[in-house]
């Protein structure tokens, strides 16, 4: 068995199964045996299976957030929000499982008719991250049921009972075994087992890069369909003519978000030189007032970190800074109730060079830069191998537009520090991965095209 431990107090929470490789097989197998009866159902009939299971979701939503606080940490009212936020694409999804249209070509030949259809790719599979253990879910086997292909998903083995319970829900509402499994156990096998069996026809992953490199590479071997979210490195931009109190307000709310463990969380911060000090002054005052804490309580609090290794890793980019004379204005260490909870903390007077400025850092860590011009702020923006979001602040309509242009990222938010919903593109460029998921363009990914001419109409 896997032990799901609750990071903010060490206690057990549960337990799910170390499967083996004959019973991830069996699910695979399932899962491509239901293709045909699934595909070959009424748009109508798999969306009303969706609808079924998000208004089963909708009145359970307290156990899923008790659980969701337990076994990742983030406070109740992150929980909900994020149960909001999930529920969104299975709505979305079930409303465009009836929207997969194609298009009449004119044709380029006498007598004949050019068509085009999509069809479901077949069977799929994805694995997922622990960070958001409900979204990251319903975001991929949503999308996938509509579009009428199968799906096996293999949860994070941090938060695999979220997991189980978002399978138990649909098999409650008629979502049949084979349609949508779920497997737990050694990550890499199981990543062996998806990518190798040339009958999945799609793997979608949430997750590092370089565990999105290896699948990539696997997959190349069965030319196997991909959709990858990577790491991220965000930057978060302030101009002289932002409104400072919204930046302010987009930062903190950004990068606190499930104690920063986000892959959109902002990672740079590049203030104008005009207004860093300001900033950071009203910025360290703000942060201040939020509470760390375990978080099964109403209020938003910072919750812990997933485990040791992400706590060491927070605390040893700290260090690399403070070796590098940064000034560390707060925060900085272990939180005083010890375990797994960090400090929200703010740098400044950081360079380039500090390994905070190229790694995610998956913490509570506010790094502030200094920058003096537009175009040097679009090229530290830009000078990342990631490329998933960047958040920028001005007034000015000219830079707004420039900005919007000039950065390397799959989203550029203006004025706003909130990014996700069912109805837009989510996803990246360069190393933060490919594909999109979310509005009408997520269930492109899980369709084929198929060109169809007829010809010799006249006879
Ligand atoms: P994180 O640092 O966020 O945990 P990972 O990329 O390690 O990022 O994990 C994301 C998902 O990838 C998890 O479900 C994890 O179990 C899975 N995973 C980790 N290593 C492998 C691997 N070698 N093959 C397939 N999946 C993996």
Not at 147 to 156: E, F, H, L, R, S
């Given at each position: 068995m896997i032990e799901v431990l609750n990071p903010a107090n060490g206690t057990l929470v549960g337990e799910a199964p170390a499967m083996s490789r004959s019973e991830v097989n069996d699910a695979i197998e399932r899962t491509c045996a239901a293709f045909p009866a699934w595909s070959g159902k009424l748009a109508k009939e798999r969306s009303d299976l969706l609808r079924r299971w998000f208004e089963r979701i909708r009145?359970?939503?307290?156990?899923?957030?008790?659980?969701?606080?337990?076994?990742?940490?983030?406070?109740?009212?992150?929980?909900?929000?994020?149960?909001?936020?999930?529920?969104g694409f299975i709505e979305w999804y079930a409303e465009e499982a009836k929207r997969v249209y194609g298009d009449t070509i004119p044709s380029h030949a006498a007598h004949s008719a050019v068509t085009v259809v999509k069809e479901p790719v077949g069977p799929t599979a994805a694995i997922t991250p622990w960070n958001f253990p409900f979204m990251m879910?319903?975001?991929?086997?949503?999308?996938?049921?509509?579009?009428?292909?199968?799906?096996?998903?293999?949860?994070?083995?941090e938060t695999p009972l979220t997991a189980y319970k978002l399978l138990e829900t649909a098999r409650?509402?008629?979502?049949?075994?084979?349609?949508?499994?779920?497997?737990?156990?050694?990550?890499?096998?199981?990543?062996?087992?998806?990518?190798?069996?040339?009958?999945?026809?799609?793997?979608?992953?949430?997750?590092?890069?370089?565990?999105?490199?290896?699948?990539?590479?696997?997959?190349?071997q069965t030319l196997t369909k991909m959709t990858l979210e990577l790491g991220g490195n965000a930057p978060f931009i302030v101009f002289d003519d932002a409104d400072i109190e919204a930046a302010i307000e987009g930062a903190v709310g950004a990068k606190l978000r499930n104690s920063g463990q986000v892959c959109i969380s902002p990672n740079r911060f590049y203030v104008h030189t005009s207004?860093?000090?300001?900033?950071?002054?009203?910025?360290?005052?703000?942060?201040?007032?939020?509470?760390?804490?375990?978080?099964?309580?109403?209020?938003?609090?910072?919750?812990?970190?997933?485990n040791q290794a992400g706590f060491d890793k927070v605390a040893s980019l700290v260090e690399d800074a403070r070796q590098r004379d940064a000034h560390i204005i707060l925060g900085g260490q272990q939180h005083a109730q010890g375990g797994l909870f960090y400090e929200p903390t703010?740098?400044?007077?950081?360079?380039?060079?500090?390994?905070?400025?190229?790694?995610?850092?998956?913490?509570?860590?506010?790094?502030?830069?200094?920058?003096?011009?537009?175009?040097?702020?679009?090229?530290?923006?830009?000078?990342?191998?990631?490329?998933?979001?960047?958040?920028?602040?001005?007034?000015?309509?000219?830079?707004?537009?420039?900005?919007?242009?000039?950065?390397?990222?799959?989203?550029?938010?203006?004025?706003?520090?909130?990014?996700?919903?069912?109805?837009?593109?989510?996803?990246?460029?360069?190393?933060?991965?490919?594909?999109?998921?979310?509005?009408f363009y997520g269930i492109e990914e899980y369709v084929d095209i198929k060109y169809v001419l007829m010809s010799g109409l006249d006879r």
């Open positions: 009145d359970n939503k307290a156990a899923f957030a008790e659980l969701m606080v337990k076994e990742n940490g983030k406070c109740l009212a992150e929980a909900y929000g994020e149960i909001e936020y999930g529920l879910i319903t975001r991929k086997i949503a999308t996938a049921l509509a579009a009428g292909c199968t799906m096996i998903i293999k949860p994070a083995e409650e509402v008629g979502i049949p075994e084979g349609v949508f499994e779920m497997v737990t156990g050694d990550p890499k096998g199981i990543g062996e087992l998806f990518t190798g069996d040339s009958r999945i026809r799609k793997l979608s992953f949430t997750g590092s890069t370089a565990v999105g490199r290896l699948l990539a590479s696997a997959c190349g207004i860093h000090d300001r900033f950071v002054e009203k910025l360290a005052e703000r942060v201040s007032r939020i509470e760390v804490s375990e978080g099964m309580r109403d209020d938003f609090v910072v919750g812990p970190m997933i703010i740098i400044t007077e950081l360079d380039d060079e500090a390994e905070m400025a190229q790694t995610e850092i998956f913490g509570p860590v506010f790094p502030v830069y200094r920058f003096q011009t537009e175009a040097e702020v679009i090229e530290r923006a830009n000078a990342t191998e990631y490329g998933l979001v960047t958040y920028y602040y001005t007034q000015e309509l000219g830079r707004s537009f420039r900005l919007s242009r000039a950065l390397e990222a799959g989203m550029v938010i203006l004025n706003t520090g909130s990014v996700g919903t069912a109805s837009v593109p989510f996803g990246g460029v360069k190393q933060s991965g490919y594909g999109r998921e979310g509005s």
